[in-house]
């Protein structure tokens, strides 16, 4: 019976549909001189949603000089068009 189990988990797990990409549009500054800028980041799917997402976010942006602002917006793969659009050279970065 275990191995019946066993092969019927398995053909679930391979059925069950992957996870989508998950990415953030953020607001962000850097003091002296004041600098803001938009951008887009690639964000772990469990942490798909705006407070994750400025978890995830505030430190890898800390690293680069900035602070985090606000987290604009969160969407998936079908959004990067839009998104790399107003980031710029800040889509993807962080």
């Given at each position: 019976m275990a191995p019946v189990v066993l092969a019927v988990v398995a053909v679930m797990a391979l059925a069950a549909p992957a996870q989508a990409a998950c990415y953030a549009q953020y607001k962000a500054k850097q003091d002296n001189?004041?600098?803001?800028?938009?951008?887009?980041?690639?964000?772990?799917?469990?942490?798909?949603?705006?407070?994750?997402?400025?978890?995830?976010?505030?430190?890898?942006?800390a690293q680069g000089g900035w602070t985090l602002l606000n987290v604009i917006d969160i969407f998936g793969p079908e959004g990067l068009d839009e998104g790399k659009a107003s980031a710029r050279e800040y889509f993807l970065r962080y």
């Open positions: 001189p004041l600098r803001f800028h938009v951008g887009v980041a690639e964000v772990a799917d469990a942490d798909c949603s705006k407070a994750a997402a400025k978890r995830a976010l505030a430190p890898r942006l």
